[in-house]
């Protein structure tokens, strides 16, 4: 079958040490697998081995691989073996009803081995290990996105709604039955008129102390509580965000457990109870083994105790009190005790863009499409520069995203274990976490597509899982926040670091300041420093990509593209402070997409960073050197992606410039030998890649058509082709 990408692929020149017969293959694993496991070994698919890279230039991929288990290793292992068990496997097609069921027997399967338990306290079977948990806890997403969804809804949202915002007797109430799943709960947050202005839901939980309740309720449509998992069904208790109303005063957001459905004597979920209703969101566009669905209440009763009161508490006689008196302050130390959702979904679409990628380069590593250098041997995919140029810099980029999660997780981790629990750590935790989880969603999305396109045809069948794990991960860009929105969240903290950098400055110190920055941006944007490059570089491009290759360049070029962007919108900003409300809010908005943009450069700088710490933890010499090779492929695609504002604003000359896209084409060439290795290191074998044209088959229907050819060619009985026919003719004449 020829594809769309097979034909774009066809026009482009065969780089030296294709994998045909006749030459040495740059294919280092694929197209050999073990006849008991499908797995691919590491002998050659065709020829010698590879001789494009030196013993110098060898990954250790079992040394790299444990590089990536990291700090948790043991739970990531155990997660990920129980993520290939068949048990947990997402069956395709299976309908919805049966998919549900499916996904909540697992959740109950992981209850009982304690898999989920991790970060709850030791005194009710936990283990005290948040960072550990969520460690494990992404690794769901190789068995099925909608078990790490649910499982994320009762354990990491559920229950962590009751350990992060209850007092220690109500954790002891309620935390035993949501860790064991006898209560299965649903996270009542999102309205469907409020989704990510959480500060603005209208659901109410007004005290009557007459009765020392609560009164909850829904005032009207807008104000349901949707798109909820477990709520559907399966549901039969809810934490749920109100407006906390007492004394005629409003208290902000508050969480309250709320059972909302009767317990059969089976222990399944009956009818719900008396003031509370909903309904089932039916299908998604993925997901399927969630049941999301809407809640609203009609003055359902609340007892008192019953307000999860960690943060904010109602005596008997209605009086509030908090241990924080900023309302605004308290409401985001609530929320950012539940910032774990967005730090696991960074985790998760990690994971997502490995298993897509793992196959795809697979398939590009065994599938042969055209001839070139040689008559009569296909070309290997990936042998093709445009193959390499789809691909590989995805792979570099998962792995920057990966070593930033990574430091993610351990920040996270000294957060809630309260080993650096402080109110900069926190607000450096809910930045990082919103910065990365917005650019890793985007990624995964960006990549299954790219990758399903790199495999053609086979790429679209469900059974190779692209398609499937691409509309499972879409909703990952919108729940726990949209993305755009998050990195809105991570503009205004940039903003914020540039105006303390700014305070206390004296009216002479500032007029300094200002005219050394307009003397660099002078610099910048004028010959001046095009020249100096330009002189330094002598013309050469090979001088020119020496100093791109350099740590301290690409830093300074990622570091200074956040630098400028933030301060030109806090200085667009400025007139804000003194304008109306309506003048201001027009100013703002007028500079949002580049408050945005800034963001997404901040968080590039992230994972660069991440990527270069990491390569100091790498011991091997040779895995070290082609690591540090992807991790110049990722910076200096990144330049290449801003070409125009590096060259803009001008940090770049029209030499480094053209050298950018130039050394990323020396780069693939030199990381081809290494694509299987790079994506094996992952730790992804089949059964959690679950893909027909990554288990070994493609590669066997290749080698079966080649033995065909080659022994037809060898009998003497193939026929010629009408061109040859003609040219002997010819000189037959």
Known sequence: MTTTSDLSDAASPTPAGSGHASEPTTNTTAGTVDATTGAPTSQPATGPAPTAAGDDERIDVEGLGRVLLGRWSELRSRARAAAGDPAFHKIEGLPTQEHRERVLDQCRRLATVGQVHTAFPERLGGSDNPGGNLAGFEELVAADPSLQIKAGVQWGLFASAILHLGVEEQQDRYLPGAMDLTVPGAFAMTETGH?????????????????????????????????????????????????????????????????????????????????????????KGGLNGVDNGRLHFDHVRVPRADLLSRYGSVAADGSYASSIDSPGRRFFTMLGSLVQGRVSLDGAASNASKIGLAIAVTYGNQRRQFTAASPTDEVVLLDYGTHR?????????????????????????????????????????????????????????????????????????????????????????????????????????????????????????????????????????????????????????????????????????????????????????????????????????????????????????????????????????????????????????????????????????????????????????????????????????????RAKIASGAEAERQDEARAYYRELRASGDAPISEKAQKKAAAKQR
């Open 195 to 283: 989704g990510s202005d959480v500060a603005s839901v209208a659901t109410t939980a007004t005290y009557d102390p007459a009765t020392e309740e609560f009164v909850l309720h829904t005032p009207f449509r807008a104000a349901w509580k949707d798109y909820l998992g477990n709520a559907a069904v399966h549901a039969t208790a809810a934490t749920v965000f109100a407006q906390l109303v007492t004394q005629g005063v409003n208290h902000g957001v508050h969480c309250f457990y709320v059972p909302i459905r009767e317990v059969r004597e089976d222990g399944s979920a009956g009818d719900f109870l008396p003031g509370v209703g909903g309904e089932d969101d039916g299908l």
């Open 389 to 689: 140029r789809r691909l590989l810099p995805r792979v570099a980029e998962t792995y920057a995203t990966h070593f930033a999660h990574d430091r993610l997780l351990d920040l996270f981790h000294s957060v809630f274990s309260g080993d650096e629990d402080t109110p900069e750590t926190r607000e450096d935790l809910e930045t990082t976490a919103a910065a990365l989880k917005a650019t890793s969603t985007r990624f995964a999305l960006d990549t299954l597509q790219e990758t399903r396109e790199a495999c053609g045809g086979a790429g679209f069948l469900t059974e190779n899982r692209i398609t499937s794990l691409h509309a499972d991960m879409d909703v990952y860009a919108t729940f726990e926040g949209d993305n755009t929105v998050l990195l809105q969240l991570v503009g205004k903290r940039l903003l914020s670091d540039y105006a303390k950098q700014l305070k206390g400055i004296t009216p002479g110190g500032m007029a300094r300041y200002v005219v050394d920055r307009a003397a660099s941006a002078a610099l910048h944007r004028t010959p001046l420093r095009r020249a100096a490059q330009a002189l330094a570089d002598q013309g050469s491009a090979r001088r020119a990509a020496g100093h791109l290759r350099e740590t301290e360049t690409q830093r300074a070029l990622l570091t200074d593209r956040v630098d400028t962007m933030v301060e030109a919108v806090a200085l667009a900003l400025r007139p804000a402070q003194k304008a109306s409300p309506a003048e201001a809010a027009r100013i703002f908005d007028e500079h949002q997409s580049e408050l945005v943009e800034a963001a997404r450069a901040h968080a590039d700088l992230l994972r660069w960073e991440a990527f270069t710490q990491a390569l100091t933890t790498i011991e091997d010499a040779g895995t070290r050197t082609v690591m540090t090779r992807v991790r110049d492929l990722f910076g200096l695609t990144l330049v290449e992606r801003h070409l125009a504002w590096y060259l803009i604003n001008g940090r770049l000359s029209a030499q480094r410039a053209r050298t950018v896209t130039s050394y990323i084409e020396r780069l693939l060439l030199r990381l081809r030998p290494h694509a299987q290795d790079l994506v094996d290191a992952w730790g992804f074998g089949p059964e959690h890649l």
